[in-house]
């Protein structure tokens, strides 16, 4: 459950690998903070983080029940921060949650489901000792800039789905399997947005608010994630609007598929109508009758009814019927 359990100084500089047990003896010497790394915690290990960096109780609540809506909340002089996470797993869009405490001399990230390790943010941030010198909040913007950088792939995964589904689409043969994609997708696509608008609001407040948290040298890096998450956000939306344009678009050519079809069907059925009609005269049973003593009776009925139909079938043609 304890992915990494970190010891900084203030120049930016690792210290090294600690235990929980060792956070309070670190945090006694001065310019040094605590980077800890968490992956779906049982309570009596939040516990032991809560007594350690006096981290408010409500915060440890939501920190161990997950399932939380994305938002950032003030715990005097700390912050706690709830981000959705997205992972592509099997093909499947899956979600997760990341939990995140700052405070002025700590840093504590909670993964639950699915996320990938924070590891690479940290050693990025760990090759920037001038940036890390600037304490917890630059773990945080690595952290926050590792998470919406995740969800580019994935955005463009989508993009690249899209692009052949539109081919599906206009295929001479409709498939069942291409309009439950498109739902499927538009579906995924709809949860992915829940999750990252907020996510704009959060990242705005970092830029804006919190001097005693977020030193000023440091805002102008939260900007460009909320510039990243702001062009995933409007891809995003612009997917969604193609997705709903694709599946009316086959709707539209289904309906237009099966009228065509209708049209074919009533052409043929009036070319066998008039047959049927003029040969059902010949069973009525009347006496008088005078075709019928005449020897070319037959082949002129015949002929008759060949001219009908082949009448009927070039108008029904140069009507785009048949």
């Known amino acids: 459950m304890v992915v990494n359990c970190v010891a900084y100084r203030h120049d930016g500089t690792r210290i090294g690998d600690i235990t929980l047990d060792a956070i309070s003896e670190v945090l006694k010497e001065p310019d040094t903070f605590v980077w800890v790394g968490l992956h779906e915690p049982d309570e009596p290990l ?16 939501d920190a161990h029940k997950a399932h939380q809506r994305t938002k950032i909340e003030t715990y005097g002089n700390s912050l706690f921060l709830v981000v959705q996470t997205a992972q592509l797993v099997g ?3 899956a979600f997760g949650e990341t939990h995140i405490f700052l405070g002025q001399r700590y840093l504590v990230t909670v993964r639950h489901g699915a996320s990938l390790s924070y590891a690479p943010a940290r050693r990025a941030c760990e090759h ?14 690595g952290v926050l800039d590792f998470i919406v950088d ?8 989508f993009r690249e789905e899209l692009h052949q589904l539109e081919t599906d689409v206009f ?10 994609r498109l ?3 538009q579906r995924d696509l709809m949860t992915l947005r829940l999750a ?4 704009q609001d959060i990242i705005s407040q970092l830029v804006r608010l919190h001097p005693q948290l977020i030193p000023d040298e440091l805002r102008a890096y939260f900007r460009d994630v909320y510039d990243h998450v702001f062009r995933v956000n409007e891809s995003i ?21 099966q009228n065509e079809v209708m049209k074919r069907l009533a052409g043929y059925a009036a070319m066998l109508a008039a047959p049927t009609l003029i040969t059902s005269w010949y069973g009525m049973n009347f006496h008088h009758m005078p075709e019928l003593d005449k020897p070319w009776a037959y082949p002129a009925m015949i002929a008759l009814v060949v001219g009908v139909v082949a009448g009927i079938y070039v108008w029904l043609k140069r009507s785009r019927w048949l």
């Open 91 to 93: 093909g499947e869009l």
């Open 150 to 157: 995740n969800l580019l792939p994935i955005v463009r995964d």
């Open 128 to 141: 920037a000792p001038e940036l890390m010198s600037n304490g917890p909040s630059y773990g945080l913007y």
């Open 196 to 199: 990252v608008a907020p996510l």
């Open 46 to 61: 939040l516990l032991k983080l809560q007594e350690e960096f006096d981290l408010h109780d409500l915060a440890i609540e």
């Open 237 to 257: 939306g612009a997917m969604r609007e193609m997705l709903a344009a694709a599946i009316n678009v086959n709707l539209a050519l289904v309906t237009f598929g």
């Open 183 to 185: 739902y499927d997708m």
């Open 171 to 180: 295929a001479e043969t409709f498939k069942r399997s291409t309009v439950k």
